[in-house]
């Protein structure tokens, strides 16, 4: 306690000192004899607090005893939070995790290098794809024959024969498929020339002279008119076709050989009518329902050669139509059928 007052009365003539000292602009500069009696006075001031600090006790005595205070007993100030108990929850299905959306597979473009092709050519496909992890190639042409699917790459080419027994045209189909299975697909078609022409100009109805089989020939043949249609012989064939008016084609085969008698059903034809003979006679006079149809002769057959050319077989033997000029040079149409009545009609007039 002593030295804190020391400090306070020492500090206090501190500032007093430090505030007289300060001269003032307006003051004169002080005199030796003046500041002679002012260092006696500061003098006389600090014996006087000497004296006075002197006289302040070492200790303080008689101060009364502080009474202690109670102690505070801690308290937790954080409220008590009861142990959880096991509780039943629900149970939550877990969802499945996304998956990547597949994008659907592009054909962005399939060509062929040639857009016709003669029989037994090759013709190399280019492809390109986009999405796609696998691709096949099918085929199809006019013949409706079975081929076998070709696996490619997602782009690339390949060279495909066309065989020699080809016609009209050849189709590709490239079929692509991603990941998922899902595909998309695209075509190209190829065009097969004809290597023979027909021995007649064709009319109106060209979509039915699609390509010929082979080159033109030649047959011994001949014709006979009758009242409701016509009979036709052809020589190396050994066949004999009935032509109704009305488009009924019947087919026979020529089974009559030279010196056989003919078949008469014995009748006569009237005036100016006549009984067809030989491989005609034996079909007209055995047949009923062809001798109702045809009836009598108008002359008697005539013999010619005749030009014949076949349609290209195609699909089935039925497609495999006969072009035949007649005794008078028109051109019919056959399409026969062996096991019931065919069709004919005029292509030339």
Known sequence: MKRFVLFALGLSWL??????????????????????????????QNDQLA?????????????PTATPLPSATPTSTTTPTATPTATATRAVARRAAPTATL?????????????????????TLRWDTESVTRAVIQQYGANNVNYSEVSVGPDGSIVLPITDQERLYHTFVLNAYNAAGDNTSDSVTVYIRCPHTYFFSPTADTYRWDCPEGPAGTSSAAEEYFEGGRMIWLGPE??????????????????????????????????????????FGRVW?????????????????????????RSWACCSPGSNALYLREFDNRVVHLWPNSTSAGRWEFTQF
């Open 15 to 44: 500032i007093l000192s430090g505030c007289s000292s300060v001269p003032s602009r307006e003051t004169q500069t002080p005199t030796p004899d003046v500041m002679q009696t002012t260092v006696a006075e500061l003098q006389t």
């Open 51 to 63: 004296t006075q600090v002197a006289g302040i006790p070492a200790t303080i005595e008689n101060l």
């Open 103 to 123: 994008i659907w597979p592009q054909v962005l473009w399939f060509t062929s290098d040639q857009g016709e092709v003669n029989p037994g050519e090759n013709v």
């Open 238 to 279: 050994k066949v004999i076709y009935v032509l109704l008016n009305d488009g009924g084609l019947y087919t026979y085969a020529d089974t009559w050989t030279e010196g056989q008698p003919d078949v008469d059903p014995g009748i006569a034809p009237p005036s100016g009518r006549y009984k067809p003979v030989r491989g």
């Open 285 to 309: 006079g055995s047949d009923p329902y062809i001798r109702s149809r045809l009836g009598w002769a108008m002359s008697p057959e005539q013999g010619y050669q005749a030009q014949l050319q």
